[in-house]
């Protein structure tokens, strides 16, 4: 059936602000489906909090809604205008819950608007687990006993009866929060208080417990005719008792037999058809006995999942764009391939590579947390390698993290405490892939890993591989190693760094240069949804070492832009909305936008957004290959947070043009020293600092500069490592800590202001002109992280001497440091006097935060202004804000009931909403004033 021409107008429902177990994969649905909509024609209005997403820029929708996600806001909207339906299946649970709230309360109803893409019927059916049980039971699908429970009486009854160990799981919850396995009776109390508490219906299944069976993930489409496909089968590496979310993951599913698979997929499309006539998409998990291949249902989602996003980039077919057009009416056999453009979307997808996804957690945030994996979900973001094996896509992945590993180990930073091995292989956390390989080097035998681990053999047995190419390497020189065995190396996903340290005595450009000499060159293949069956037209590339290379550079004038890598505390979504921005922008003044990234959830990665996508590891080895190929203009640094920043080091030693701001001027505002120096001739007030590389080194500076002091390492981001002491004990076991935690670092002590409030400005510099972006106020005072602090746009206590000094200061640092584009500068004030703390040469978080706040394309002007096409005053530049902007940080403590949350130097938070108000006397702002009088007062 063609579209729906009822439909003139839609509302998409966002997820809201980042937290842990939904992050901006949502970002990346709602994005996609909004453009999708647009592109039939049909008026798009999105309503979400967040200010740090694309998905609530102009570019994306027609209206944008930047309101808290209730039905009230949802209400306002409505008699605004006209809504003909609502998409709610773009948001994760956050999306699903209001629509269903909305629709209780009858809102739907009373404006005639229709629900799209989903049957409310089938939320019901699959977050309440009773339901859902009983659902699996009467269509023939096998589930583990369990039982629901209202009460904590009712819960003791079903334990009793399934026996231990068990799982608990609460209803209509995301991320698994609340849920966890019970191996003891005398541990099942706490639990399931804990469960019930959890759940907002305090409902809770207990269920028996498949630990050790293997666990898998399908993504289906279906339209209005009831055709189903599968998009893509995940297999996750590890075995059911850790959420698939923290779990590693491989596409397509690897150690599934056809018979398996084939059965998996029937019961999925039946599960589908069963919950409800809607057309979209859904994701559906299943657990699979490793002994018989026998399978339950886990659960059904009937929406864009996380996994969605992953599976989109996996096999290039965009999930969310064809959904959103089969909710409008449109059938699959309708929709071209937007790959191939010759052939439809009623087809499935066939890869001739492997994905693999790790998990990125931030547990050295969460001091005195359980790092030890679960059911509830503890990551923060995630990366995917793509590779023609599965051990060349997780040597990549694990290249991708930026957890200072150069691959799978062979980097010198392997454990060899077999005893705390053994602990980390039967105990999860983040490094467990890790602590495989390092008990392969030491002799541990594979089974007995297995039986430690319930991985699969066929996994561990590639891993295996690695352990024993590295032993074969030991054998020979680099000048010796055979041509043949060098291309299985690489093959196998080896980093040339890898290769330097198992040979001993060698640098990385002399190995760079060596298979340079002998002929090994990266090629790179298009991700094509069919094998090569097809001629494709998607830009989008991975690299290998087989066969022919497919990405053939054009003739164009090409810019590259950097990504910012993984999501994590401290660099969020909001650097990849700067470079969606970035790469609009270098398109917009003539130039071919190259993206290179390896985040499977952001929009930056998604084909459509860049005139080529690299989706490979922002490291060095990969990036410097991409640049020898493309022979671009210039790289842009500036957008992709700390992890961009930090390559420019290695471009500008490679004679490669950093695009704005130069190298130098850029160590200048990084290196504590000629920063301060800096700061002196220029007449700006610091505090008193000093740096140190050694602990007796940091005593010293402490008594000249005065306690209490701020301690933290250099060329670190969201105040990684950041820590106020008061007496030398202290600062001792700090300095010891840092300088343990990152070797080679030194340690910078600053004065620290004690009761001093704090402040920050973003500003653009053509290198000429400077126009401040916007001056922001914070409630939490200095020694907080800005990011975990509110901050309110534009400033409203701050005096008009204070406020100039902000200016005069900002514009004096931009044309010192020579900023071609963006800068951010942190300030304290104390007894009137304006202090600079630091200064930071890039896109700084705040910017989308400003640009929503003043709907101004801040990031699209900076990068015109960095490549030199435009200047400042080519720009016409109107502030639309009636009131103020507070930017509110949001934490995912939750997920930690056991550490202590007190603020610090260190940044928590792992997202942000935005709030109007039209003046001062609104009762949120009172509130927030009343917290800073208290905080200043203390």
Same mark, same amino acid.
């Given at each position: 059936?063609?579209?729906?021409?009822?439909?003139?107008?839609?509302?998409?429902?966002?997820?809201?602000?980042?937290?842990?177990?939904?992050?901006?994969?949502?970002?990346?649905?709602?994005?996609?489906?909004?453009?999708?909509?647009?592109?039939?024609?049909?008026?798009?209005?999105?309503?979400?909090?967040?200010?740090?997403?694309?998905?609530?820029?102009?570019?994306?929708?027609? &209206?944008?809604?930047?309101?808290?996600?209730?039905?009230?806001?949802? +209400?306002?909207?409505?008699?605004?205008?006209?809504?003909?339906?609502?998409?709610?299946?773009?948001?994760?649970?956050?999306?699903?819950?209001?629509?269903?709230?909305?629709?209780?309360?009858?809102?739907?109803?009373?404006?005639?608007?229709?629900? !799209?893409?989903?049957?409310?019927?089938?939320?019901?059916?699959?977050?309440?687990?009773?339901?859902?049980?009983?659902?699996?039971?009467?269509?023939? #699908?096998?589930?583990?006993?369990?039982?629901?429970?209202?009460?904590?009486?009712?819960? %003791?009854?079903?334990?009793?009866?399934?026996?231990?160990?068990?799982?608990?799981?609460?209803?209509?919850?995301?991320?698994?929060?609340?849920?966890?396995?019970?191996?003891?009776?005398?541990?099942?109390?706490?639990?399931?208080?804990?469960?019930?508490?959890?759940?907002?219906?305090?409902?809770?299944?207990?269920?028996?417990?498949?630990?050790?069976?293997?666990?898998?993930?399908?993504?289906?489409?279906?339209?209005?005719?009831?055709?189903?496909?599968?998009?893509?089968? !995940?297999?996750?590496?590890?075995?059911?008792?850790?959420?698939?979310?923290?779990?590693?993951?491989?596409?397509?599913?690897?150690?599934?037999?056809?018979?398996?698979?084939?059965?998996?997929?029937?019961?999925?499309?039946?599960?589908?058809?069963?919950? /409800?006539?809607?057309?979209?998409?859904?994701?559906?998990?299943?657990?699979?006995?490793?002994?018989?291949?026998?399978?339950?249902?886990?659960?059904?989602?009937?929406?864009?999942?996380?996994?969605?996003?992953?599976?989109?980039?996996?096999?290039?077919?965009?999930?969310?764009?064809?959904?959103?057009?089969?909710?409008?009416?449109?059938?699959?056999?309708?929709?071209?391939?937007?790959?191939?453009?010759?052939?439809?979307?009623?087809?499935?997808?066939?890869?001739?590579?492997?994905?693999?996804?790790?998990?990125?957690?931030?547990?050295?945030?969460?001091?005195?947390?359980?790092?030890?994996?679960?059911?509830?979900?503890?990551?923060?973001?995630?990366?995917?390698?793509?590779?023609?094996?599965?051990?060349?896509?997780?040597?990549?992945?694990?290249?991708?993290?930026?957890?200072?590993?150069?691959?799978?180990?062979?980097?010198?930073?392997?454990?060899?405490?077999?005893?705390? #091995?053994? &602990?980390?292989?039967?105990?999860?956390?983040?490094?467990?892939?890790?602590?495989?390989?390092?008990?392969?080097?030491?002799?541990?035998?594979?089974?007995?890993?297995?039986?430690?681990?319930?991985?699969?053999?066929?996994?561990?047995?590639?891993?295996?591989?690695?352990?024993?190419?590295?032993?074969?390497?030991?054998?020979?020189?680099?000048?010796?190693?055979? *041509? =043949?065995?060098?291309?299985?190396?690489?093959?196998?996903?080896?980093?040339?760094?890898?290769?330097?340290?198992?040979?001993?005595?060698?640098?990385?450009?002399?190995?760079?240069?060596?298979?340079?000499?002998?002929?090994?060159?990266?090629?790179?293949?298009?991700?094509?949804?069919?094998?090569?069956?097809?001629?494709?037209?998607?830009?989008?590339?991975?690299?290998?070492?087989?066969?022919?290379?497919?990405?053939?550079?054009?003739?164009?004038?090409?810019?590259?832009?950097?990504?910012?890598?993984?999501?994590?505390?401290?660099?969020? !979504?909001?650097?990849?909305?700067?470079?969606?921005?970035?790469?609009?922008?270098?398109?917009?003044?003539?130039?071919?936008?190259?993206?290179?990234?390896?985040?499977?959830?952001?929009?930056?990665?998604?084909?459509?957004?860049?005139?080529?996508?690299?989706?490979?590891?922002?490291?060095?080895?990969?990036?410097?290959?991409?640049?020898?190929?493309?022979?671009?203009?210039?790289?842009?640094?500036?957008?992709?947070?700390?992890?961009?920043?930090?390559?420019?080091?290695?471009?500008?030693?490679?004679?490669?043009?950093?695009?704005?701001?130069?190298?130098?001027?850029?160590?200048?505002?990084? =290196?504590?020293?000629?920063?301060?120096?800096?700061? *002196?001739?220029?007449?700006?007030?610091?505090?008193?600092?000093?740096?140190?590389?050694?602990?007796?080194?940091?005593?010293?500076?402490?008594?000249?500069?005065?306690?209490?002091?701020?301690?933290?390492?250099?060329?670190?981001?969201?105040?990684?490592?950041?820590?106020?002491?008061?007496?030398? +004990?202290?600062?001792?076991?700090?300095?010891?800590?840092?300088? /343990?935690?990152?070797?080679?670092?030194?340690?910078?002590?600053?004065?620290?202001?004690?009761?001093?409030?704090?402040?920050?400005?973003?500003?653009?510099?053509?290198?000429?002109?400077? &126009?401040? !972006?916007?001056?922001?106020? &914070?409630?939490?005072?200095?020694?907080?992280?800005?990011?975990?602090?509110?901050?309110?746009?534009?400033?409203?206590?701050?005096?008009?001497?204070?406020?100039?000094?902000?200016?005069?200061?900002?514009?004096?640092?931009?044309?010192?440091?020579?900023?071609?584009?963006?800068?951010?500068?942190?300030?304290?004030?104390?007894?009137?006097?304006?202090?600079?703390?630091?200064?930071?040469?890039?896109?700084?978080?705040?910017?989308?935060?400003?640009?929503?706040?003043?709907?101004?394309?801040?990031?699209?002007?900076?990068?015109?202004?960095?490549?030199?096409? %435009?200047?400042?005053?080519?720009?016409?530049?109107?502030?639309?804000?009636?009131?103020?902007?507070?930017?509110?940080?949001?934490?995912?403590?939750?997920?930690?009931?056991?550490?202590?949350?007190?603020?610090?130097? +260190?940044? *928590?938070?792992?997202?942000?909403? #935005?709030?109007?108000?039209?003046?001062?006397?609104?009762?949120?702002?009172?509130?927030?004033?009343? +917290?800073?009088?208290?905080?200043?007062?203390?």
């Amino acid at each position: 059936m063609p579209k729906d021409h009822s439909i003139k107008s839609i509302l998409i429902i966002g997820s809201g602000p980042i937290i842990i177990g939904q992050a901006c994969e949502f970002d990346y649905a709602g994005s996609q489906a909004a453009l999708s909509l647009k592109e039939e024609g049909i008026e798009v209005s999105i309503i979400n909090s967040n200010p740090a997403t694309i998905m609530t820029d102009k570019v994306i929708a027609d &209206h944008v809604y930047l309101k808290p996600l209730t039905v009230a806001s949802i +209400e306002e909207i409505l008699q605004e205008r006209k809504i003909d339906a609502v998409l709610p299946t773009m948001g994760g649970q956050t999306a699903l819950n209001l629509a269903i709230e909305a629709e209780e309360r009858g809102l739907w109803e009373k404006y005639g608007v229709k629900i !799209i893409g989903v049957d409310t019927a089938a939320i019901e059916k699959t977050e309440n687990r009773e339901a859902f049980r009983q659902l699996m039971v009467d269509i023939g #699908i096998g589930v583990a006993k369990s039982k629901i429970a209202n009460s904590f009486l009712e819960g %003791k009854e079903a334990a009793q009866e399934i026996g231990f160990p068990l799982v608990i799981r609460p209803s209509y919850t995301l991320g698994g929060y609340g849920g966890g396995f019970v191996h003891k009776k005398e541990d099942f109390d706490a639990a399931l208080s804990h469960g019930l508490q959890a759940s907002p219906t305090h409902e809770v299944l207990v269920e028996q417990a498949v630990l050790g069976w293997k666990e898998y993930e399908l993504e289906l489409l279906r339209d209005n005719k009831d055709n189903v496909i599968i998009i893509c089968s !995940i297999e996750n590496f590890d075995p059911m008792g850790i959420h698939t979310g923290d779990s590693i993951t491989v596409a397509p599913a690897m150690t599934l037999s056809d018979r398996c698979y084939q059965d998996m997929r029937n019961q999925a499309i039946k599960m589908m058809r069963a919950i /409800g006539n809607f057309a979209g998409g859904c994701n559906v998990q299943f657990s699979v006995n490793p002994e018989n291949e026998e399978i339950i249902a886990i659960e059904i989602n009937p929406r864009v999942s996380r996994s969605s996003a992953l599976a989109s980039k996996a096999t290039g077919y965009p999930i969310a764009k064809i959904a959103a057009k089969l909710a409008i009416g449109y059938n699959l056999d309708e929709l071209e391939n937007q790959i191939t453009k010759t052939t439809s979307a009623y087809f499935e997808p066939t890869l001739d590579y492997v994905i693999v996804k790790i998990p990125r957690w931030n547990f050295d945030k969460f001091k005195g947390a359980n790092t030890e994996l679960g059911l509830q979900m503890k990551s923060v973001g995630e990366v995917m390698g793509i590779g023609r094996s599965f051990i060349e896509a997780l040597q990549k992945a694990c290249q991708s993290l930026e957890i200072g590993r150069a691959g799978l180990g062979s980097d010198g930073k392997q454990n060899r405490n077999l005893e705390d #091995i053994m &602990h980390k292989l039967e105990h999860p956390s983040w490094d467990r892939i890790f602590a495989i390989k390092d008990a392969m080097r030491m002799g541990v035998p594979v089974e007995s890993i297995r039986k430690a681990t319930k991985i699969d053999r066929w996994f561990l047995n590639q891993v295996q591989e690695l352990a024993t190419l590295e032993q074969e390497l030991k054998r020979y020189s680099l000048n010796n190693i055979p *041509k =043949d065995f060098f291309i299985t190396m690489k093959q196998k996903g080896f980093s040339d760094i890898q290769i330097a340290w198992i040979l001993g005595n060698v640098t990385e450009d002399e190995v760079y240069h060596r298979r340079k000499e002998l002929g090994i060159n990266r090629v790179y293949k298009m991700v094509d949804t069919c094998a090569a069956e097809f001629p494709a037209q998607t830009p989008y590339f991975y690299s290998t070492y087989d066969g022919e290379n497919e990405s053939i550079p054009s003739n164009k004038k090409k810019i590259i832009v950097l990504g910012s890598g993984p999501n994590r505390i401290g660099q969020g !979504i909001e650097f990849d909305y700067s470079c969606v921005h970035g790469l609009i922008a270098a398109n917009d003044e003539g130039f071919e936008a190259i993206m290179i990234n390896c985040n499977p959830e952001t929009v930056s990665t998604d084909f459509n957004m860049a005139d080529k996508l690299y989706f490979e590891p922002v490291f060095w080895e990969h990036v410097r290959e991409i640049i020898d190929l493309e022979k671009p203009e210039g790289v842009i640094v500036q957008l992709g947070g700390q992890t961009a920043l930090k390559m420019a080091e290695k471009l500008h030693e490679s004679e490669i043009k950093i695009i704005g701001t130069s190298y130098d001027n850029m160590d200048i505002a990084e =290196d504590r020293g000629r920063f301060s120096d800096l700061l *002196k001739d220029l007449d700006i007030p610091y505090p008193k600092y000093g740096v140190a590389e050694t602990a007796e080194e940091a005593i010293e500076v402490a008594h000249h500069v005065g306690y209490p002091v701020l301690v933290r390492p250099s060329y670190v981001l969201g105040g990684q490592g950041m820590s106020i002491v008061i007496n030398d +004990e202290d600062l001792e076991k700090a300095v010891v800590k840092l300088l /343990g935690d990152l070797p080679g670092n030194r340690v910078l002590i600053d004065h620290f202001l004690d009761r001093a409030e704090e402040a920050e400005s973003d500003s653009i510099c053509d290198g000429e002109d400077v &126009h401040i !972006i916007g001056l922001m106020e &914070h409630i939490e005072p200095a020694g907080i992280h800005s990011g975990d602090s509110s901050a309110v746009l534009p400033p409203f206590n701050l005096p008009e001497t204070v406020i100039a000094k902000m200016e005069e200061y900002t514009k004096k640092l931009a044309k010192a440091l020579n900023i071609k584009g963006l800068m951010n500068i942190q300030f304290a004030i104390k007894n009137g006097d304006v202090y600079v703390i630091e200064a930071n040469p890039r896109a700084s978080r705040t910017v989308p935060f400003i640009a929503k706040a003043y709907d101004v394309p801040y990031i699209n002007i900076a990068t015109k202004v960095m490549l030199g096409t %435009k200047k400042l005053k080519d720009f016409n530049i109107e502030r639309k804000l009636v009131g103020y902007a507070i930017k509110e940080p949001v934490f995912s403590y939750n997920k930690f009931p056991e550490i202590q949350k007190e603020l610090g130097p +260190e940044m *928590k938070s792992t997202g942000e909403a #935005i709030r109007f108000i039209k003046d001062l006397e609104d009762p949120y702002f009172v509130h927030l004033y009343k +917290e800073k009088s208290m905080y200043l007062s203390k």
